[in-house]
C-alpha cells in the first residue's frame, strides 16, 4: 500500500510528501468524459456504486496520485435531508425550493435517519475499496454546515451568498436550529463513511470566505468542531476552510490533522503560522496548471521548498474542468520526484 499520505497525517517522517488534487476525479480525464457521457446525467453517476468507483480511481491510474477521493457531491447532504436539488450544466446546482420559513426547518429530517438514506454513498465506499485494493488511501468528504446553509438559502452558487447571510442577521436562533440539523446529519454521514473503510475525511468549507471573522466563529467552526468531536478517535480529519485567513488562530485550534489553504494566502505565511501544529495541506494556484512546464516546474519547487516535512500538496481549490491533463500530470510528476 501506498500510505505516504496517511503517515503525514500521523506526523510520522516520509522521504517525499505526498500529493493530489481536489476535483482529480473529472473533466480532466478522457476516462472520465467518456464515463459521464452515457449517464443521464450527474447525479446518476453520483448515485451508480459501481460507476462511481470508476472514475473515483481513474486519477490513481492514470495521474499516479498517492489518494484516491470518494466521487460524490456535496449537495446530497440537502437532499437526503429533504431539500431536492439539480446539477444543471454549466451553471451548477440548483435547488427548485429553498428554506425560507421556520416551518421549512422544521420539515427537515436529520441525523441518522437522514445519513441512513445515503446508502449509495455507502456502498460506494465498499466498491471502491474492493477495487482500489488498497493501492492508496480513500478519503471520504462531506460540505461544511456553513457551506451547505448557503445552498439551502440561496438555491444556487453565488458570488456573495447575500441570502444566506441575511438570514444569519434576520433569524439567528433559526439559523442555529438549521446549522444544527446540518451538523447532526454530517457527524452520522462521517461516521459511517469511516465504519465503510474511508481512510480520513476531509471537511469543505468553500464559502467561508463570505463571512466575517466573528460570524465565522458563530455559524462556522463551532458546528465544524464540533462535528470533529463526535468522530472516532485518532480518525485523520483534514479541513478546508476556504478564504478564512483571518481565523487562522481558531483555525490551528481545531481537533484535526490537517488543515487546507487556497491560493491566496503566501505559503511562507502558513509555514509561518501553523509552524508544525497542524499538517498542511494545498495551496498552489490552480491556474499554474495552465502555464507551460518550465513555470509549472518552478511554481512547484517554489512550493516544495517552503515546507520541510507535514505537508500534503495540492491546489488551493479545485482543478480546473479544462485544465490541460499535461499541466496536470507535470505538477504530479513535479511533486513525486521531489526529495526532502
Same mark, same amino acid.
Given at each position: 500500500?501506498? !500510505? ?47 460507476? &462511481? ?90 460540505? &461544511? ?36 440539523? #446540518? ?7 462521517? *461516521? #459511517?463513511?469511516?465504519? *465503510? ?64 489553504? !487556497?491560493?491566496?494566502?503566501? &505559503? ?73
Amino acid at each position: 500500500m501506498n !500510505d505516504i499520505l496517511l503517515k503525514t497525517l500521523d506526523g510520522q517522517l516520509v522521504e517525499r510528501p505526498p500529493v493530489w488534487l481536489m476535483r482529480q476525479a473529472g473533466r480532466i480525464l478522457p476516462q472520465y468524459r467518456a464515463v459521464r457521457s452515457n449517464m443521464k446525467s450527474f447525479k446518476d453517476l453520483v448515485k451508480n456504486p459501481v460507476k &462511481a468507483a470508476e472514475v473515483t480511481i481513474q486519477p490513481v491510474d492514470e495521474l499516479g496520485v498517492d489518494a484516491a477521493i470518494l466521487f460524490s457531491d456535496i449537495l446530497v447532504i440537502p437532499e437526503a435531508m429533504g431539500l431536492d436539488y439539480n446539477l444543471v450544466e454549466k451553471k451548477g446546482p440548483m435547488f427548485p425550493t429553498t428554506i425560507q420559513s421556520w416551518d421549512d426547518i422544521a420539515a427537515l429530517i436529520d441525523g441518522e435517519e437522514a445519513a441512513l438514506k445515503l446508502e449509495y454513498v455507502y456502498n460506494a465506499i465498499t466498491e471502491t475499496k474492493d477495487q482500489l485494493n488498497d493501492r492508496v488511501p480513500l478519503i471520504g468528504f462531506t460540505g &461544511a454546515p456553513w457551506t451547505l446553509f448557503c445552498y439551502m438559502l440561496e438555491g444556487e452558487g453565488s458570488k456573495t451568498f447575500s441570502k444566506a447571510r441575511r438570514f444569519l442577521y434576520q433569524h439567528p436562533e433559526w439559523s442555529h436550529k438549521l446549522l444544527q440539523k #446540518i451538523s447532526a446529519t454530517v457527524a452520522e454521514y462521517l *461516521k #459511517i463513511q469511516i465504519e *465503510k473503510g474511508v481512510d480520513c475525511v476531509q471537511i469543505f468549507d468553500s464559502w467561508a470566505g463570505c463571512l466575517g471573522t466573528q460570524q465565522y466563529h458563530e455559524f462556522g467552526l463551532k458546528y465544524i468542531r464540533w462535528i470533529l468531536e463526535q468522530l472516532p478517535e485518532n480518525t485523520r480529519t483534514i479541513v478546508f476552510s476556504k478564504g478564512a485567513h483571518a481565523s487562522m488562530e481558531e483555525l490551528l485550534d481545531l481537533p484535526c490533522k490537517a488543515l487546507g489553504f !487556497d491560493w491566496q494566502i503566501e &505559503a511562507e505565511y502558513i509555514a509561518s503560522q501553523v509552524n508544525g501544529q497542524k499538517v498542511v495541506q494545498g495551496n498552489l494556484d490552480p491556474c499554474v496548471l495552465y502555464a507551460d512546464n518550465e513555470e509549472i516546474v518552478r511554481s512547484t519547487q517554489r512550493l516544495l521548498s517552503v515546507f520541510k516535512g507535514g505537508h500534503i500538496v495540492n491546489l488551493g481549490h479545485g482543478v480546473y474542468p479544462d485544465t490541460p491533463l499535461s499541466g496536470v500530470k507535470k505538477f504530479v510528476d513535479e511533486v513525486k520526484s521531489f526529495r526532502y
